[in-house]
């Protein structure tokens, strides 16, 4: 069975394109467009990993990866930022909120598969 990746970001056409590519690299993909859906896909189903975007409306980034962190059931899942917010300041809020990897946006497919590999 191959790995099961969570997509999450607000940007459906981001999310659709990311998917595509990772099945094409043999991942299963489910996708969330909001915060508050990918923690309703992560109590039901526990993917090897989540891609994550941080700007989405009503619950970021940030805190949907703090409510992971917290919950001894998903704590151990692998995160992956991909996000437009690309400042210093903000990768450094990405690590220490408990990120493994952070990617901004633009960002090539290639090496977004490369680095879901690598976690």
Do not use: C, H, N
């Amino acid at each position: 069975m191959s790995d099961l990746v969570l997509v999450v970001d607000d940007e459906q056409d981001v999310a659709e394109a990311i998917e595509r590519s990772l099945k094409r690299a043999g991942y299963q993909t489910l996708a969330a467009y909001r915060g508050a859906d990918a923690l309703a896909l992560l109590r039901q189903q526990r993917p090897d990993i989540v891609i994550l975007d941080i700007v989405m409306p009503g619950m970021s980034g940030f805190d949907v990866l703090r409510y992971m962190r917290a919950a001894p059931d998903l704590s151990q899942i692998p995160v992956l930022f991909l996000t437009g917010r690309g400042a210093i300041s903000d990768k450094i809020e990405g690590f220490e909120a408990g990120a493994d990897d952070y990617l901004t946006k633009p960002f090539d497919l290639r090496e977004l598969e490369l680095r879901v590999k690598a976690l």
